[in-house]
């Protein structure tokens, strides 16, 4: 999935929520969290910062996991 994909499912998801988000809303009276999108140079901040704490560096795929990651995207879009 994208970044782009993934931004749009989560500004899909602040206009029309899980049924496990609102029924903990109603049941639970469990209190939304603000969100708000990042940028994306506040995103890649951030990938850096986690891939820091677990000690691993931010460089790319290599060319056999990137492409087994296309191609489970590709499958994702069949199902």
């Given at each position: 999935?994208?970044?782009?994909?993934?931004?749009?499912?989560?500004?899909?998801?602040?206009?029309h929520p899980p049924?496990?988000?609102?029924?903990?809303?109603?049941?639970?009276?469990?209190?939304?969290?603000?969100?708000?999108?990042?940028?994306?140079?506040?995103?890649?901040?951030?990938?850096?910062?986690?891939?820091?704490?677990?000690?691993?560096?931010?460089?790319?795929?290599?060319?056999?996991?990137?492409?087994?990651?296309?191609?489970?995207?590709?499958?994702?879009?069949?199902?």
């Open positions: 999935m994208s970044m782009d994909r993934a931004l749009e499912l989560l500004e899909y998801y602040g206009k049924a496990h988000v609102v029924l903990g809303l109603v049941y639970l009276k469990q209190q939304p969290a603000a969100w708000k999108p990042l940028s994306e140079s506040e995103s890649l901040a951030q990938m850096r910062q986690l891939a820091g704490e677990l000690n691993q560096g931010t460089e790319k795929l290599p060319p056999h996991l990137r492409e087994m990651a296309n191609w489970a995207v590709s499958q994702s879009a069949k199902i």
